[in-house]
Every structure is written in structure tokens, then in C-alpha cells.
């Protein structure tokens, strides 16, 4: 059974904060895992992509933990617009057909 | 540059109704369409994918079908609504050699 978890959260963080978020994966097979964002009534929308030991742009930093099966997230000096729920994400083989975990919201407060 | 549209916005059907929602996209040949659904407070379902015309992929068995009458239209139907059909549906599109997934706005559907 192919599934991803995270906490649901919500993650209360004070601007400018440092904030980490994990996801632990069951596929030990998958080679691709993805970041997105989704606003509330949104469509999600790809934040990053993680396809070695991990990925940074800007203030976003993933990285991939194969031996634990595990991937995280980390937002430094988060913004109010940074309010959002985060899915974690893993690509299976074949089709290319994607496992989303249920997201864990982040709040953002001035 | 592509984009993916998905009409409509939304919707309002009563019980027993028939569906079709559509999506379109632009810019792009013979991509990978996927059709989801996100229940209040859940995660999204992968509900059917296809690799190309005519080729439909089910997920999840239920009331529910898909079909691809072109290389860019792909679309969600039903015969009879039932009330646990209420959701946001997603339509999303994978380019070739690629392995993200880009999604449509959504129609977010609510059966009475």
C-alpha cells in the first residue's frame, strides 16, 4: 500500500520564524517526491521538487532521508503569505501517478 | 506556455443527476491527464488517469467514468449523483519526461 503521512498540523508560527515540517513515506521504491502548497479552496500548485538528497530555493530547503524514509520541509523567516497547507508528495513508477499525503496547514501570524 | 482550464467553477446538482465536468489544455501535446477529487478535510483521490486518447485508467471504483475524445480534453462524467459525489475536483497534467503533476483551478461540486 502506497502512502504518505504527515501531521495535519496547524503549525502557529510568529513571522519571521524558522519551521519545519516532515513527511514519512512507505514506497522505498520511489525515486521522485514533490512540495506543494495549497491555499484554502485552492488547487495545489508545486512548491518543490525532490529528486536526489534534497533542494533549495530561496527560503525553502527539502531534503530526503531514503534510509528513513522520510522527507521535510523547512521555511526560514516565514511570511504571512506563507500561510498554507503543505503536501507532501511521492511519485510511484509506471504511469507516473502520484501519492499525496493530507497536508499540514501552516498559520502565519504578524 | 501551458495552461490547463477546467470549467465550471462551479456546481450545484441535485441527487440523482447526471455529471460532466471538462478540461482542457493548452500548449502541450499528448500530456498525462489525471482527474482527483479532494473531500471536505481529505486528501486528494486519485480517481482516473490517461496516457493518451482513448486510454482510461480507474483508480477507484464507483459511480463515476472518464473519457479522453482528444489529445487535450479529458472528462469526468457520471449517470446518477450521489450525495458523497459532492467534492473539488482537480484535473492535472503531467508533461512527458517529467514526473510533476500541474493542476487546473478545479470545480468544486455539491450535490443536495
Known amino acids: 500500500r502506497k502512502e504518505v503521512e504527515q501531521d495535519p498540523g496547524p503549525f502557529n508560527v510568529p513571522e519571521g520564524a524558522t519551521v519545519a515540517f516532515n513527511c514519512t513515506y512507505s514506497n522505498s521504491a520511489s525515486q521522485s517526491f514533490f512540495w506543494y502548497r495549497q491555499d484554502c479552496r485552492k488547487e495545489p500548485k508545486l512548491l518543490m521538487s525532490?529528486?536526489?538528497s534534497g533542494n533549495e530555493d530561496g527560503r525553502f530547503t527539502a531534503q530526503l532521508n531514503r534510509a528513513s524514509q522520510y522527507i521535510s520541509l523547512l521555511i526560514r523567516d516565514s511570511k504571512l503569505s506563507d500561510s498554507a497547507t503543505y503536501l507532501c508528495?511521492?511519485?510511484?513508477?509506471?504511469?507516473?501517478?502520484?501519492?499525496f499525503g493530507k497536508g499540514t496547514m501552516l498559520l502565519v501570524s504578524p | 506556455s501551458q495552461t490547463i482550464h477546467q470549467w465550471p467553477a462551479t456546481l450545484v446538482q441535485p441527487v440523482g443527476s447526471p455529471l460532466s465536468l471538462e478540461c482542457t489544455v493548452e500548449?502541450?501535446?499528448?500530456?498525462?491527464l489525471y482527474w482527483y477529487r479532494q473531500a471536505a478535510g481529505r486528501g486528494l483521490q486519485l480517481l482516473f488517469y490517461s496516457v493518451g486518447i482513448g486510454q482510461i485508467s480507474s483508480e477507484v471504483p464507483q459511480n463515476l467514468s472518464a473519457s479522453r475524445p482528444q489529445d487535450r480534453q479529458f472528462i469526468l462524467s457520471s449517470k446518477k449523483l450521489l450525495l458523497s459525489d459532492s467534492g473539488f475536483y482537480l484535473c492535472?497534467?503531467?508533461?512527458?519526461?517529467?514526473?510533476?503533476?500541474?493542476f487546473g483551478p478545479g470545480t468544486r461540486l455539491t450535490v443536495l
Open positions: 525532490v529528486y536526489s
Open positions: 492535472a497534467w503531467r508533461p512527458l519526461a517529467r514526473n510533476e503533476q500541474f
Open positions: 500548449g502541450t501535446s499528448n500530456p498525462n
Open positions: 508528495v511521492q511519485g510511484n513508477s509506471g504511469y507516473s501517478t502520484l501519492t
